[in-house]
């Protein structure tokens, strides 16, 4: 079955940095866009960040741009999320998540931005 694993997170100072990593299995993950999301307390959740199924388009939210960075290895079978430049407005569990037939999500992995 799909399963995905988030792991990475962690308490951080504004203006740090954390890569998360999300390790899939259950599908064909060279030919799935990746994509992370987050969901701060009380809050929708909402898409940081997409890639393609070979790693060469991605997409971003206008709040991480410049800041964040989403990459890929399909023989890994692994998603990263590097970030840097952290606000306290980055404060969320983050979660991997991939479109195949039906949506999965992991657990996610929280992230804290202190100020």
């Known amino acids: 079955q799909v399963q995905l694993v988030e792991s990475g997170g962690g308490l951080v100072q504004s203006g740090g940095s954390l890569r998360l990593s999300c390790a899939a299995s259950?599908?064909?993950?060279?030919?799935?866009?990746m994509s992370w999301y987050r969901q701060a307390p009380g809050k929708e959740r909402e898409l940081v960040a997409s890639?393609?199924?070979?790693?060469?388009?991605?997409m971003y939210a206008d709040s991480v741009k410049g800041r964040f960075t989403i990459s890929k290895d399909n023989a890994k079978r692994t998603v990263w999320l590097q970030m840097n430049s952290l606000k306290p407005d980055d404060t969320a569990t983050y979660y991997c998540n991939v479109r195949y037939g039906i949506s999965y999500w992991g657990k996610g992995t929280l992230v804290t931005v202190s100020s």
């Open positions: 259950g599908f064909t993950f060279s030919a799935t866009v």
């Open positions: 890639i393609s199924t070979g790693g060469g388009s991605t």
